[in-house]
C-alpha cells in the first residue's frame, strides 16, 4: 500500500475543514429554529451531523468534478495518484461509515449511492457496499445483495490501479458475492452467493456464475431472461 504523502494529507485537511466549517455554520443558522426543551440538544447533534454529511457530499462530488478520477494503473507521484489517493481519504474518513453500516435503509443507501457519484438505473438497490461509487455502472432492475462487494480499485504492494465495474439490467448479485475491478457483467445475469468474480471479467448476458473463483454454471432460461436489444 502506498503511503499518503504530507501534501495529500494538508489538502484533505483543508477540505475536511471546510466541510466541518460548512456544516457547523449551517446548524448554528438553524438553531433559532429549533425549540427549547430537552431534546433539544439531540436535535442539534443530530442536525449538525445531517448537515455536515450533506457539505462533504457537497465539496467531494466538486473535488471530482475538479480532479476525476481516471482509469488505469496509477503513476507514482502523478495526478492521477493525488486524486485517487484524496478519494481514499474521503471514503475512510467520511463515507466508510455509511456505506458499511446495516442501520441505513436499502433506499436511503441508493440516495446516498447516487450522491457519491455511482451511476444506477431505475429500481436497482444495493443491500451490500459499493466501495468506488464513482467507478460503478449498474443499469435498471438490478440487485446487490446482502453484504455483497463491490470494489473498482486494486492495491498490490505499491502497485495501485482503478478499473471500472460495469453491471448491466436485470443483474441479480447474490448476498456475499465479490465483484473485482474492471468486471462487466452483461444485462440478465446472474452471480451465486459468495462468488468472487476475479479482475477483468466479463460475464455474457443472462450467464450464471458461481465459485471461488467464479466461472460459468449455466444460462438462464426463465421467462425474465434478457433478451438482444430488451
Known sequence: MRKVSVAQITFFLFLFLVIVAGGAGLTWAASGLVPSGDFRGIVLLGTAVVLIYSCAFIVYRVFLALMPLETGEVALGSRHEFSAQINTLFYLIFFYPLTCTRFVPVPVMRLIYLALGAKLGDNSYSGGV??????????????????????????????LGLYPVRIGSGVTVGAHAIIMPGVAIGDGAIISSGAVVTKGCQVGANEIWAGVPARKIGMRQDEQAATPGG
Open 130 to 159: 459499493i466501495m468506488d461509487p464513482p467507478l460503478t455502472t449498474v443499469g435498471a432492475n438490478s440487485l446487490i445483495g446482502h453484504d455483497a462487494v463491490v470494489y473498482a480499485h486494486v492495491i498490490e504492494g505499491q502497485r
